[in-house]
């Protein structure tokens, strides 16, 4: 899916690469929905419904990544300003599909013709 050339310009190269779907954009999902609270790895798994055996593995990629901050057992959200604009344009574009339907590239170039 392409992305605009604000959000390439903006966002950390290393942030590209979460995907959709994955353990990675479900975590990120759901400490951008809580920014203001830490979690254990416990919590993220429970509300995240990621196995156990993949959770440790995702919070330390997202960590190596820079997207997630870790202080004794508690993980939140990395602080920087990039980081939070791409979480939140993720949970933006999920929420419009949600209400509005996802939009068909196809459909959509036909009415660029």
Same mark, same amino acid.
């Given at each position: 899916m392409p992305i605009s050339a604000k959000e390439f310009e903006e966002t950390p190269e290393k942030a590209l690469e979460i995907r959709e779907g994955t353990n990675a954009e479900k975590i990120l999902n759901f400490l951008l929905k809580n920014q203001d609270k830490a979690f254990?790895?416990?919590e993220i798994m429970e509300e995240t419904e990621v196995k156990s055996g993949s959770i440790g593995v /995702? @919070?330390?990629r997202l960590e190596e990544k820079n997207l997630v901050r870790h202080k004794g057992n508690y993980w939140a959200l990395a602080r920087d300003d990039k980081i939070a /604009? @791409?979480?939140?344009?993720i949970q933006g574009t999920k929420t419009a599909n949600e209400d509005l339907g996802e939009e068909?590239?196809?459909e959509w170039l036909k009415k660029e013709e």
């Open positions: 254990t790895r416990k /995702t @919070l330390s /604009t @791409l979480a939140s344009e068909s590239e196809e």
